[in-house]
């Protein structure tokens, strides 16, 4: 086999691997229960999951879904979280080749997935992922070449300062929370990572991601109002993995499509 095909198979084992700690994270963490104890255990009958039927992915199409105990169906999404987390450090790999810039973008996603899923299941952004998460991020100079702290230290300002102006500008004007204090967090902490060129581009992605989706709800789903709080956590994730892999090269393009050169 070839070095690329070996590695980029290890590479998915192990981030399926974490993917299925970070289902772990998404299931426990608003609960604010311990992510390290105890071990697995299945939510209907409480019975632990032996290491064995454990096993990322495999361990869902060899039980056909189902709890072994209780026979209770295992949500689909447990498997296709471990898929998604393995998908992601091949991309990197791919994009980046083996250096510190696959290992911070791998913890920044993982970190992103975690949220998005507790933000689209509970509404919200816990402080204990995202205001860490500010300060560990804030580390991109060390892993990311083009990464400076003057980089992030604007990041983490546009982040939280645009959007805090955003929600107070709503607040005032319809006496009702639109944007969460939790997505203010979370751009902070998109903007430490990324600087104040990802931070604007998540935002300006993040939007109309949202928007899009909005829409496609308010057309498709019926009985929707406009007082429906939508989790934006999800959208302006999606934005920040945008610009990991292409943001350098969209913002190139389109401001050389605006001057012309
Ligand atoms: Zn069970």
């Known amino acids: 086999m070839s070095y690329t095909l070996t590695f980029s198979i290890i590479l998915f084992i192990f981030g399926a691997c974490i993917g299925s700690f970070l289902n772990v994270c998404i299931f426990r963490i608003p609960e604010k229960k311990s992510i390290v104890f105890p071990g697995s255990f299945c939510p209907i009958c409480k019975k632990s999951i032996p290491f064995y039927c454990n096993i990322p992915i495999l361990s869902y199409l060899f039980l056909q879904g189902r709890c072994k105990h209780c026979k209770a169906p295992i949500s689909i999404r447990y498997p296709l979280i471990e898929i998604l987390t393995g998908i992601f ?14 290992f911070f973008w791998f913890c920044f996603i993982c970190v992103l997935i975690v949220i998005s899923l507790i ?13 860490p998460g500010i300060f560990i991020f804030a580390s991109s100079p060390f892993f990311i ?10 990041g983490i300002l546009t982040g939280g300062g645009i ?11 319809k006496n009702t929370e639109g944007m969460g204090g939790g997505d203010i967090k979370l751009l902070a902490m998109i903007g430490a990572a990324t600087g104040i060129k990802g931070v604007l581009f998540t935002i300006l992605t993040g939007s109309f991601l949202g928007s899009a989706a909005g829409l496609f709800a308010i057309i498709f789903i019926k009985g929707s109002n406009s007082q429906l709080k939508i989790p934006f956590g999800p959208y302006l994730s999606s934005g920040a993995i945008l610009y990991i892999f292409f943001g350098e090269g969209l913002i190139q393009w389109y401001f050389q499509t605006m001057t012309g050169y």
């Open 145 to 154: 070449p083009e990464m400076s702290f003057a980089a992030v230290l604007t």
């Open 163 to 173: 959007l805090y102006t955003i929600a107070f500008l709503y607040f005032k004007l």
């Open 89 to 102: 450090p091949v991309l990197l790999f791919f994009k980046f080749g083996l250096t510190p810039s696959l």
């Open 119 to 131: 933000d689209f299941d509970h509404q919200i952004i816990p402080d204990i992922i995202s205001i």
